[in-house]
């Protein structure tokens, strides 16, 4: 199962676009890339998933570069509830794989 | 959209006591669930693999006669800590898919405390 490596923790003010970055050097060719949020005492909690290049939701965007070994997920007009864990996951939507998790990173919004 | 429910969402208990803890898929049917754990500011850690119809696979380092996993129906898998100790007090997530090439989805957890 692929590694994958991100920032500890960030800090935004509200109404800014945050963009966490996130490296997979060794993603497989059948990996999908998911992002999902977690907030204290709930679990995870989907954001978007994409393969390649750009897939953009209600939430948020996700840039895929073309080698896929990173992704960006990127937050539009952050609000304080934004605040919370964003972790990014690599691996096959197969049903039966388990999803391993990074540390994630932790958001700050700040007012 | 694809939900998960846990029950319950949190449970306080003596030492040598065991808890059950299920996990639903309440729209959908997942011949796979699988079970986390994740103690405070850490991440999840992956537990064990429920395949319905069949025993669990279970992660290098936890004990399946401690941590026992039912998988009976497609929509149901129970994780029952036996005889519970404080050192098992955590935070306990299982997640489903329900089609191929579609996210994961997780419950809301459960929170263990052993006293």
């Known amino acids: 199962l692929a590694k994958t490596t991100q920032p500890i923790s960030m800090d935004s003010y509200e109404g800014q676009e945050v963009n966490i970055t996130c490296s997979h050097n060794?993603?497989?060719?059948?990996?999908?890339i998911t992002w999902y949020q977690q907030f204290p005492s709930q679990g995870p909690r989907f954001i978007i998933q994409?393969?390649?290049t750009k897939v953009t939701n209600e939430v948020a965007s996700l840039f895929i570069p073309a080698d896929r070994k990173s992704s960006t997920l990127s937050l539009p007009r952050v609000s304080l509830s934004d605040t919370a864990v964003y972790y990014c996951?690599?691996?096959?939507?197969?049903?039966?794989?388990?999803?391993?998790f990074g540390k994630g990173t932790r958001l700050s919004v700040i007012a | 959209g694809a939900v998960v429910s846990q029950h319950p969402s949190w449970v306080i208990c003596k030492s040598g006591t065991s808890v059950k803890i299920e996990c639903r898929s309440l729209?959908?049917?997942?011949?796979?669930m699988f079970w986390y754990r994740q103690f405070p500011k850490q991440s999840l850690m992956l537990m064990a693999t429920?395949?319905?119809?069949?025993?669990?696979?279970?992660e290098q380092g936890v004990e399946k006669d401690k941590f026992l996993i039912n998988h009976a129906s497609l929509t149901l898998s129970t994780l029952t800590v036996t005889s519970a100790h404080p050192e098992d007090s955590s935070f306990y997530i299982c997640?489903?898919?329900?089609?191929?090439?579609?996210?994961?989805?997780f419950g809301d957890g459960t929170r263990l405390s052993i006293l």
């Open positions: 997640s489903a898919q329900d089609t191929f090439n579609q996210p994961q989805h």
């Open positions: 060794n993603i497989a060719t059948n990996d999908y």
């Open positions: 994409g393969y390649k």
């Open positions: 996951l690599v691996g096959r939507n197969s049903g039966n794989t388990p999803l391993v």
């Open positions: 729209d959908f049917q997942a011949t796979t």
């Open positions: 429920s395949n319905e119809g069949s025993k669990a696979t279970y």
